[in-house]
């Protein structure tokens, strides 16, 4: 056989008679995978991921998905593992860099996560380039380094269907520079857009209106967050900083 009939042969499986494309069987395999993924179904997703990669090892596709399924199942060093063997098969699958940048950031390695946020969301031809800004922001305000943050949450809004997020960020960066006027500019833009607000919201609208002064609007939001999420970690912290600047409430 020659080394073309050698190459030609490799690019196609049997498959009851017939004969298809790798590329597409792997394709197959990896939606399938994922699929079952999502219904909770780890067991069956792994069979299908794990025949995607006997496939074509070479598939960085294949290996972000068997990533995910590492992640589903909380083991990071071999989700770690795909996403690097994802990496080494195609260092420009913007899918697998930008999950492993989020492996890195949950693991507290803002700068190696912000490495692979600000690669994945300079990437023009990357539909989550919104989202991957929002996450190199919060890389940035881990690492302190406040001013790359809201330039990355600025690039987010233009790029997100749904702003809520990188609103809510600059609405906290502002208030934690004493900026009260833009703080609450993008507070309210938040608001607008937020039915109901979450609990972090809720906090910073009361520290933000105690800031500002606005009483009656700081006793809105404190009765909302009472009555919304009594046992949230922002409930505890409005009430202990109440107990501590003596509040009324």
């Given at each position: 056989m020659s080394t073309a009939a050698l190459a030609l042969a490799g690019c196609m499986v049997a498959s009851g008679g017939r004969e298809i494309k790798v590329d597409e069987a792997v394709q197959h395999r990896v939606a399938a995978g994922m699929e079952y993924l999502q219904l909770g179904k780890p067991v069956e997703a792994r069979q299908h991921l794990s025949r995607a990669i006997m496939l074509d090892d070479h598939s960085a596709a294949a290996h972000n998905a068997m990533a995910l399924l590492y992640k589903y199942e909380g083991d990071q060093q071999r989700e770690e593992f795909h996403y690097r063997k994802a990496l080494r098969a195609d260092k420009g699958y913007a899918p697998a860099r930008n999950n492993y940048g989020i492996l890195l950031y949950l693991r507290g390695d803002y700068r190696?996560?912000?490495?692979?946020?600000?690669?994945?969301?300079?990437?023009?031809?990357?539909?989550g380039r919104g989202p991957a800004f929002e996450n190199l922001g919060r890389s940035y305000l881990a690492l302190g380094q406040k001013a790359k943050a809201m330039e990355a949450f600025n690039r987010a809004l233009r790029l997100v269907p749904?702003?809520?997020?990188?609103?809510?960020?600059?609405?906290?960066?502002?208030?934690?520079?004493?900026?009260?006027?833009?703080?609450?500019?993008?507070?309210?833009q938040y608001a607008a857009a937020a039915n109901p607000q979450t609990a972090a919201a809720l906090w910073l609208g009361i520290r933000l209106a105690a800031a500002s002064g606005d009483h009656d609007r700081q006793a809105g939001y404190e009765l909302t967050l009472r009555q919304m999420y009594p046992d949230s970690a922002e409930f505890k912290a409005w009430r202990d900083w109440r107990e501590g600047t003596g509040s009324a409430g």
């Open positions: 190696g996560a912000a490495r692979e946020f600000e690669r994945v969301a300079n990437d023009s031809t990357y539909s749904d702003p809520r997020a990188s609103l809510l960020e600059l609405a906290a960066i502002h208030l934690d520079d004493g900026n009260l006027r833009l703080a609450d500019r993008y507070y309210q």
